[in-house]
């Protein structure tokens, strides 16, 4: 959060950028505070994944190639925490020690 400053009560100014679809809908409020709040989440004992590894599945959400051998089947995977370049993932089939596909970059 490089970008942020401190305000003149020494709290953190984090610019954002908000887009309006509808535009009528503003009319009323376009004089008015809008408060953004961060939600922090800590998980801890969890399944991991590099981002890199979600792919896009079928119907929405993510999956990812799960390696076994020379074979490679496409799983679906619910996400959570996303943290310095990983995802904390779980669906039927994920379990500690399997084998994820990754490109490689």
Same mark, same amino acid.
């Given at each position: 959060?490089?970008?942020?400053?401190?305000? $003149? !009560?020494?709290?953190? +100014?984090?610019?954002?950028?908000?887009?309006?679809? !509808?535009?009528?809908?503003?009319?009323?409020?376009?004089?008015?505070?809008?408060?953004? +709040?961060? $939600?922090?989440?800590?998980?801890?004992?969890?399944?991991?994944?590099?981002?890199?590894?979600?792919?896009?599945?079928?119907?929405?959400?993510?999956?990812?190639?799960?390696?076994?051998?020379?074979?490679?089947?496409?799983?679906?995977?619910?996400?959570?925490?996303?943290? !310095?370049?990983?995802?904390?993932?779980?669906?039927?089939?994920?379990?500690?020690?399997?084998?994820?596909?990754?490109?490689?970059?």
């Amino acid at each position: 959060m490089g970008a942020g400053r401190l305000d $003149k !009560d020494g709290e953190s +100014v984090v610019p954002v950028l908000v887009r309006v679809s !509808d535009r009528d809908a503003l009319r009323d409020v376009l004089n008015t505070d809008v408060q953004v +709040v961060l $939600k922090r989440i800590e998980a801890r004992d969890v399944l991991s994944v590099p981002v890199t590894a979600l792919l896009p599945a079928d119907r929405g959400g993510y999956a990812v190639q799960v390696v076994q051998g020379t074979r490679v089947r496409l799983v679906p995977v619910e996400t959570r925490a996303f943290a !310095d370049g990983r995802a904390q993932i779980s669906g039927p089939g994920i379990a500690e020690g399997i084998r994820v596909g990754v490109p490689k970059l």
